[in-house]
């Protein structure tokens, strides 16, 4: 149990730590690099952005027909790339870790509504989930700009747009490459009887991997907004990993004694 709860303790650090924002590596790519390189990062940071995929495997974890899927991605894109282009344009920010703490709550909710839970437990009807997946596009796409914004994007309007279309044109082809992996896996679980076995249980775990990608969001926004009162500062960290590690080596040390 220690070692679990030290896991769950280094988790939250070091996603808080390293899970946000555009690393140095990242920005001198895009310095050296045209809009290619900016098509490359929208497509790798989809396909690394594990908030999005998570949302993405709830909206299609119970459609079957090409039709529908097509209908709620199309309304999914069409929310995250409205945000990610005009607020990327006009320069419209938000402390990236609240919006990400939102997006894990989208999360929540597909886990929640695929599991009928509007009806099972508070005793209404679920509300129009075409609506609300592009209500939760729009957040998506807003978590992406805080992203993008981080970037060299130009003095000018025109290489401006240039590059965040290039960018939200990667994060396209990311969104075709994870969907293709997601509905190959269901289909193919979909033949046996465990789909239906396990399919509370796996959107019970959708909505606990939502609860916990919540706790980093916020555990990251409290350090971001106020990092000394917080309990310690940015520097202290690299000593917490150190002492963590330690006590699991311990731990360990107990659990063969």
């Known amino acids: 149990m220690k070692t679990i709860l030290l896991y769950l303790g280094l988790l ?35 396909l690394t952005g594990y908030d999005h995929l998570l949302f993405l495997f709830g909206v299609v974890f119970f459609l079957t027909s090409f039709r529908d899927i097509l209908k709620f991605i199309t309304v999914f894109t069409v929310g995250h790339s409205l945000t990610l ?60 700009s805080t992203r993008l914004q981080q970037l060299p994007l130009g003095e000018h309007n025109f290489d401006m747009l240039l590059r965040i279309l290039s960018f939200n044109l990667g994060v396209e082809f ?19 009887a465990s789909f239906q076995k396990f399919s509370k249980v796996t959107n019970d775990a959708l909505m606990l991997a939502g609860f916990l990608l919540f706790l980093m969001q916020m ?8 990092e000394e009162e917080f309990g310690f500062n940015r520097d202290a960290h690299h000593h917490i990993h150190l002492d963590m590690k330690e006590a699991e080596k311990n731990s360990y040390k107990h659990d063969e004694l």
């Open 12 to 46: 939250l650090i070091s996603t808080s730590l390293f899970s946000h924002g555009i690393s140095q590596a990242d920005v001198q790519a895009m310095i050296d690099g045209g809009n290619t390189q900016y098509i490359w990062l929208g497509a790798t940071h989809m």
């Open 85 to 144: 282009v005009f607020a990327t344009f006009m320069g419209i920010s938000a402390n990236y870790y609240l919006v990400d703490a939102v997006i894990a709550i989208s999360v929540i909710y597909k886990g929640f509504d695929n599991n009928n839970g509007f009806a099972n437990y508070l005793g209404v009807k679920s509300p129009n989930l075409l609506i609300m997946v592009f209500i939760f596009g729009l957040i998506h796409g807003f978590g992406l």
């Open 174 to 192: 990311g969104q075709i490459v994870a969907l293709v992996g997601m509905l190959f896996i269901l289909n193919l679980w979909r033949k046996f």
């Open 219 to 226: 555990h990251g926004y409290l350090h971001s907004v106020n």
